[in-house]
């Protein structure tokens, strides 16, 4: 089985801040990983946490498809896709692909603040306790 070191982290414009307070209060679990993300996403995570974030294309070009595919390689530990239920916009990334992807390939999805916390926590079991 190969090594899956990789964390693909996107969100809806308005679930930035709290995915940013998320990876800087549970730093010690993400720097332990390589985050990719979409370019609206990755800029403000890479800002505001000094972690270093690949980033691909913007989602209005397809960055999250781009992510999506890679969920399907074996290379992907989490996907935290923290989107706005009630307010997306039209040229937000889409996370029906990642429903599909995510299930078929058994990479646990985190869609809200909640499932996040708890993923965090599980990929930080193996650094010596809970995060």
């Not at 090594?3 to 801040?17: C, F």
């Not at 692909?97 to 708890?118: E, G, H, I, K, Q």
Request: hydrophobic residues 40%; positive net charge; contains cysteine.
């Amino acid at each position: 089985m190969p090594d899956v070191h990789t964390l693909i982290m996107i969100a809806h414009r308005r679930l930035h801040a709290p995915l940013v307070k998320l990876v800087n209060r549970e730093r010690r679990v993400f720097e332990t990983y390589r985050l990719l993300s979409t370019t609206e996403t990755g800029t403000v995570l890479e800002r505001e946490t000094g972690l270093e974030v690949t980033s691909v294309f913007p989602a209005k070009k397809g960055g999250d498809i781009q992510l999506c595919g890679l969920v399907c390689s074996n290379t992907i530990a989490a996907v935290y896709f923290l989107r706005d239920p009630l307010k997306q916009a039209g040229d937000e990334p889409d996370i029906t692909p990642f429903y599909r992807a995510c299930d078929l390939n058994n990479v646990p999805l985190a869609t809200n603040l909640v499932s996040a916390v708890a993923v965090t926590h599980w990929l930080g079991r193996k650094l010596g306790g809970a995060p």
